[in-house]
């Protein structure tokens, strides 16, 4: 995740705003931690089989007013959970490439 993060900040310099950033409810309750916040977009990454990466996505969309977007350099595109990802409304990217092209054409105003 450092290295992904690092990746973006060399590309867009002072986009990235917080690194594994704890989100909290009004309770003072955990209710998730956002992997890379960037001025417009949250990221989730996640390595290996990324299980659990669309629940993390959905509890990030809840708690916060970004636009919510996953990392999986594990999966394969064609894999189910980017599939049940796009079924609820999310984008995962697959390459770091991937992940920086989309960053570029989000970029904030």
Known sequence: MGETASAIEAHFPGRVTAVNQEVYDSRGIEKTEIDIILDNTAIQVKS?????LVAQMQRTKKHQDKTVIGYA???KPSSGLIQDAKKNGFRVFTTQNGLLKYLKKNQSK
């Open 48 to 52: 290996g089989p990324a299980s659990g």
């Open 73 to 75: 350099p594990d999966l």
